[in-house]
């Protein structure tokens, strides 16, 4: 039986996808054209729809992340891409465009490599922040099945932890230093951050986005946002997503405890 996600595919799959359909329809705009051309229509060679298209896609898909993310760096990228996409045609063979238009392409081309270097710390964090979220959840979900309850703000209570505090900034630590979470410390507790929709990268407040607080006391609240909740496919029971985040950080920490901090990762690659 085919595998299906509880998760709704991630908004970076959508790059790939019109990537690969924007080389099917330039070539059936390719064909179209000699099409025209055999049948004595004058036409030019270059597929200018495709190419208007494709700088509008990047455009768009640049301005939705801006909403998903709230992460500025991905409407810039968008627009770049976009006026470097719509440039194509100037660099075409036999093209009579003049000489300072096919260097305006370079030009926005170096733009870009200089942009994503000089931001590449924010998106590699981001990237690797949001996977690794989307991880926590699909592993939160894996054993649930029931829809009995709905969404709601409040707080849940997943018990309590047996750690030192030392235990527990190191534990902190580890994780985000895998990009786990973006750690937020407080006085009496630390509050883990992750996130499938905003980007950590951006956020001022561990809670702004899904958390689990983590008491000195060892006391472990978990907090799920509706964006994310609304990420699942299914109407999922909350309390016991909510448990199962609870119960996968106590083993977490319980890991780290032991020495076992790898079998982290491991749990969580495996996470479908």
Not at 20 to 39: D, M, T
Not at 215 to 225: E, F, K, M, N
Not at 242 to 271: H, N, P, W
Request: one cysteine or more; glycine letters at 6%.
């Amino acid at each position: 039986m085919a595998y299906k996600s509880k998760i709704r595919i991630s908004m970076g799959w959508f790059y790939p996808i019109g990537i690969f359909s924007s080389y099917i329809l330039l070539l059936l705009e390719f064909e179209l054209r000699r099409i025209l051309r055999q049948g004595g229509i004058e036409i030019t060679g270059e597929p200018y729809i495709t190419i208007i298209l494709v700088a509008l896609m990047f455009l768009v898909l640049g301005i939705a992340q801006w909403f998903r993310y709230r992460n500025w760096i991905y409407p810039v990228l968008g627009f770049l891409v976009c006026i470097t996409t719509a440039q194509v045609s100037f660099i075409f063979p036999h093209s009579d465009t003049p000489g300072f238009l096919k260097v305006t392409y370079f030009i926005s081309f170096i733009l870009i490599i200089l942009f994503v270097l000089v931001n590449w710390n924010s998106f590699y964090s981001h990237e690797r922040f949001e996977t690794n979220s989307r991880r926590l959840f699909r592993l939160a979900s894996e054993r649930i099945h029931q829809a009995d309850n709905g969404y709601t703000e409040r707080p849940f209570s997943g018990g309590k932890v047996e750690c030192t505090k030392d235990e527990l900034l190191g534990f902190t630590r580890f994780l985000q230093g895998n990009y786990i979470v973006r750690a937020f410390y407080y006085e009496t507790n630390v509050c883990l951050s992750f996130s499938m929709n905003k980007s950590l990268v951006v956020i001022n407040e561990g809670k702004e986005v899904s958390h689990v607080i983590i008491g000195y006391d060892g006391s472990l609240t978990v907090r799920i946002a509706d964006k994310d909740y609304r990420d699942y496919r299914e109407k999922l029971s909350f309390d016991k997503l909510c448990a199962s985040l609870a119960e996968i950080f106590s083993r977490f920490l319980d890991y780290y405890k032991t020495g076992l901090e790898q079998r982290i990762v491991t749990e969580l690659k495996s996470a479908r």
